[in-house]
Structures are given as structure tokens and as C-alpha cells.
């Protein structure tokens, strides 16, 4: 069973796409901010990441740097969950490491498409 880590600050946002994630056959981790993530992502070992961008502390886009930095988790796929969906927002998560962005509110059935697309990769 392949796991994901979502990563969102926010308790019901992370709920409801954990949710989503295990209805679909998913193993699902969650995290409540980077710095959790950083250390779930070495100890979970996820096939795929779910980045919220807009956190406090340590954000998404630094969070997703330093997974991207790491020769253990480098080759995690990291797709970007935001509510932020300008041009330079997009690029900025693209540039940060990210490999796809979702838009919230998140549609189920784009989400899963991202998902299979970036772990069959």
C-alpha cells in the first residue's frame, strides 16, 4: 500500500483529504506543520507528499526545498495544495521542488488524477 504524507496546518483540510486519500486505498500520514513533515518524511519514507503552502513557522515552500535537498527523499514526488493560484505563486512552488500544484478547494477526481499520475511516474 503506497502512502502519502498531507501536510496542512489547517486540522480540517488535513482531515478531509486524508479522508479522501484512504477511500481510495491510500495509507495516509499527516502532518500540522513543516517541521513535523521533515521528520515524518524520514521516518514514514512517503511515496508522495501533500504540501500545504501558506503555513506559519517553516511554510510549504521551505518544507518542500529541504525534502528536495535530502538524497533520501529527493525522489519524493511533492504536489502543492494551496489556496494561492497566481502565476508567481505557482512558479514559486514549482521552483521550491514542487512537481504539481492543486487548487483548493480540491477536487476529488483532479487530485486522484495528480496522485496516480506522479506515483506511476
Known amino acids: 500500500m503506497q502512502t502519502i504524507l498531507v501536510v496542512d496546518d489547517n486540522l480540517d483540510n488535513r482531515t478531509i483529504i486524508a479522508h479522501m ?3 481510495s486505498g491510500f495509507r495516509v500520514v499527516m502532518a500540522g506543520d513543516g ?3 521533515l521528520e515524518l518524511s524520514m521516518r514514514e519514507a512517503p511515496d508522495l507528499i501533500m504540501m500545504d503552502l501558506a503555513m506559519p513557522g517553516l511554510d510549504g515552500w521551505s518544507t518542500t526545498a529541504q525534502i528536495k535537498s535530502s538524497a533520501h527523499l529527493a525522489h519524493v514526488p511533492v504536489i502543492a495544495v494551496t489556496g494561492h493560484v497566481t502565476r508567481d505563486d505557482i512558479e514559486r512552488a514549482l521552483r521550491a521542488g514542487c512537481d504539481d500544484y492543486l487548487v483548493k478547494p480540491i477536487d476529488l477526481e483532479t487530485m486522484l488524477l495528480k496522485v496516480r499520475t506522479l506515483l506511476a511516474a
Open 21 to 23: 486519500l484512504k477511500l
Open 35 to 37: 517541521h513535523q513533515a
